[in-house]
């Protein structure tokens, strides 16, 4: 199973950025997440959305800027980020789980490899 993250780059405070995350398997009942890690610290969660869509969880410092949202039949989740800040600056990674909860709490059964996000003050 290959989880394929890409859409980084680099971007100034306040722009917007879209990161996507493809799988070559169908996950269509696990959840799907996304995490990151700044340099010098550990990975933190960052969103994860359940396999119906219907339960989305975010990190508090992401809420009402970032938006995770999943297209089961392209086997993709996305996760748009607006008003980006210096603080966004990570690696972020795409994972899959059994479920939201779990990826919540970093329990995933995949991860994708990283995709860098740069944001300049």
């Known amino acids: 199973v290959q989880l394929q993250a890409s859409g980084g780059g680099l971007v100034q405070a306040g722009d917007s950025l879209g990161l996507s995350c493809t799988s070559t398997?169908?996950?269509?009942?696990?959840?799907w997440g996304w995490f990151r890690q700044a340099p010098g610290k550990e990975r933190q969660f960052v969103a994860a959305i359940s396999g119906s869509g219907a339960i989305v969880y975010y990190e508090d410092t992401v809420k009402g800027r970032f938006t995770i949202s999943r297209d089961p039949a392209k086997n993709t989740v996305d996760l748009r980020m607006n008003n980006l800040k210096p603080e966004d600056t990570a690696v972020y990674y795409c994972a899959v789980g059994f479920t939201a909860d779990r990826l919540r709490t970093g329990t995933a059964n995949y991860w994708g490899q990283g995709t860098l996000v740069t944001v300049s003050s």
């Open positions: 398997r169908t996950f269509s009942t696990f959840g």
